[in-house]
């Protein structure tokens, strides 16, 4: 069976004026590079009929797969409609179970349905309907010599189910048992860039276009592609994978989706600990990344944001006279913080972060962007210090990576795995 | 002057695959429209020479301003130069101050450099080059029958400066005191979107285009679009938003860039206020969104996320007989906690976050979703019971909202404003 490609086409005038992110462009790009469908275009164009229906067009002349979004709502505005019905060459006709549908939706929510709502019960005949079980316009489906042109309303939340749930069944059988693209990421913390293109300089030489690298906030992640039958892509991608962990170590923390406070969360509750926090300059964010994972309350026991040195000394028992000493930002007050906030908390580890986000309160001495991370377990205090050259909201997400890897550092420690 | 449309084009087949989200595509639409050039297309191709040049061919054809942006790195991958040679018919010949720029910058970092570097200083014959301080690979504009093609590399922090300083003035140069597009969004909070457009709906329907509404996490956000000379667009959208303000009231919180955080910032420091806040559901956000606006030590003192029962009776005193008579997540709870908070920081006001972000803890009396939002002053305290039906991360956004949006009411209620 051949390998198949496609056109991604977005449809609205927002999306040419930047007010919205093309949040379906992406994910319809991954969703059909994931089943092994080569997406050669995208393409965005405005809610006008005459310029929609070239787009489509030659989209459907260039792509065996089309796939297109927004335009498909009630106001005058949308014009996707009137342009299927020129690129189908067939005329609207009123879909009455999609009708039923949506006079039920507006029943329900006790509304009076406007007029204009009718016209999203219109369909080109002869195309295939899609029910949307969360929005009022249903997908549309045309197919026709080989080419497939789906057409979806434009809300992501709407274009998710209806994309998995209706639309991926029918290209997955187009494609058969044929060829696939896998990707894997393979993600990176605590080496830069540069010390990880280093480690694996051969391999990205050896496979252009196979490896590639880019870094993130604190994060490296190196993404290898597989392509071949189902059967063979995902052992291709294992033997990357193993061989990447064996270049790079524990500076692998985690894989695809994976976020590093799950992992993070996965150690700790492997280990049975606890543990708590004490921020100041990342204000919130480390405890945020944490209890963004669901289940964190199992080990997550207390964060304390201390801005002002009082609630340091309150909150965190940091004596006053060694901030007096050493300055808030200070490898020592990192310590006291990590040490008073975990014997407070009666938990196994204290993480703490002191630092200057910026753009204010910077120094020659101690400059914006100078970060203490500390880690307190029942063994005592250890330190880092990093200095950030961001913006503050960058400063603050370095910072929480940081202290988030000094957990996930000290965790695989501690299982005595290398 | 005539006015301008645009295309813009994004290259590389990441795009395509949906690892990365195009940033450049949004930016470079907000910036094109925001000086009044009307962009009608977005493409996206992969690193493929073929198709790179017959996509600028189109472009070039359907718009007169092309930005295009990527693979012009040094790898094989990279193909844009040679499409760009086809395009122009011009050869690509070695400029000499690229490649010197870019020796040195080697030389400063002590790196060897390697020889596929030289290619990104080719330049088509002719092009005007814009240097590139952020990177290695120049920008690159070529001018032909009233049609303008700019190219630039790819990363975001190099696109940013490079398109700002030097390819905004030449385009200023063209559109002179020509028509501007502008665009201005007044953002709303504390009422739905249906509510919104309740108060609204005439404007709605009397200027179709002009105005539109995008519901966003406990946000509303009415936009508002004017046409005309530059020094009228100005009084038109002043206009829109007196109009859009008597309609909406307190409702409006800010306009533009502006976030709920910023503004409540901007309303303590005004007044002179402290604040000090209380979370459990919402796991640091608040905080993180309150200590994300520079200047915020200011007014804001700590934060206690108290995930235990343990640690809201320790931190925020609240009396563990009123957490077992009527459970953690509970107006009296949620006061308590405000309450508590306020008089250990000695604040002003003290607000609270209690609830259940899910997916799990969630019973049949008090399903995932229900929040209890608390605001402490020195006359007593205040509650609000809502009940969010989203996903874990989003839930807790929506509990961050109400909460800052508390506190924000509460402040206007204070000045006296209506």
Redesign the interface.
């Known amino acids: 069976m051949k390998a198949r490609n496609a056109e991604i086409v ?1 449809i609205g ?10 949040t379906n ?7 059909l ?1 994931g089943i092994g469908i ?9 809610d006008d009929r005459w ?1 929609i229906r070239e ?1 489509l067009r030659q989209a459907l002349d260039r792509a065996a797969v089309v796939v297109a979004t927004g335009g498909l709502g009630p ?3 949308d014009r996707t409609l009137d342009a299927l019905a020129d690129v189908t060459g067939r005329p609207l006709i009123l879909h009455g179970e999609t009708l039923k549908w949506i006079e039920e939706r507006f029943a329900r929510r006790r509304v009076t349905m406007p007029q204009s709502v009718r016209r999203q019960a219109l369909v080109p005949k002869g195309a295939l309907v899609l029910p949307n079980r969360h929005g009022t316009a249903p997908g549309l489906v045309w197919q026709k010599r080989g080419r497939l042109l789906v057409v979806l309303p434009g809300p992501p939340r709407e274009v998710r189910p209806l994309f998995t749930e209706q639309v991926l069944p029918i290209l997955l059988k187009g494609t058969g048992r044929g060829r696939r693209i896998r ?1 894997r990421t393979i993600k990176v913390c605590g080496l830069f860039e540069s010390q990880v293109e280093e480690r694996i300089i051969d391999l990205l030489r050896a496979e ?2 196979t490896v ?1 690298l ?1 870094a993130r906030a604190g994060e490296v992640h190196v ?1 290898v592609t597989a392509s071949g039958t189902a059967g063979r892509v995902g052992s291709q991608l294992d033997a990357w994978e193993r061989k990447l962990r064996d270049r790079l170590g524990d500076a692998v923390f985690g894989v695809d989706d994976e976020r590093l406070e799950e992992v993070v969360g996965r150690l700790l509750r492997l280990q049975g600990k606890t543990v708590a ?1 004490a921020e100041s300059c990342t ?6 990344r ?3 994972v ?4 199992e080990y ?9 040195n ?2 340091k000394e ?2 965190l028992q940091v004596p006053s006279s060694l901030i007096e000493q050493h300055g808030a930002v200070s490898p020592e007050v990192a310590c006291a913080m990590a040490a008073g906030v975990r014997r ?2 009666k938990t196994d580890l204290g993480v703490a972060v002191t630092g200057i ?5 910077g120094t020659e001495a101690k400059p914006v962007g100078l970060t203490y991370i500390a880690l307190a377990d029942r063994q005592g205090e250890e330190w880092y210090e990093h200095r950030f050259r961001f913006a ?2 960058e400063n ?1 997400l370095w910072g929480s990576q940081m202290a988030l890897e000094a957990v996930r550092r000290s965790l695989l420690k501690t299982t005595g795995k290398k």
Chains 1, 2 share one sequence.
């Open positions: 977005g005038t927002e999306l040419l004026q930047g007010a919205l992110e093309d462009g992406r994910f319809l790009a991954e969703a590079h080569e997406v050669v275009y995208r393409t965005t164009v405005g310029r787009v106001t005058e505005d990707t252009p276009g590639g880019l993404r926090v204000g919130g964010l480390v405890v945020h944490i209890t963004n669901p289940g964190s309350s997550f026991e207390r964060g304390i944001v201390a801005y002002s009082r609630a309150e909150l407070l908390a986000a910026g753009p204010g309160g503050r909201e603050k």
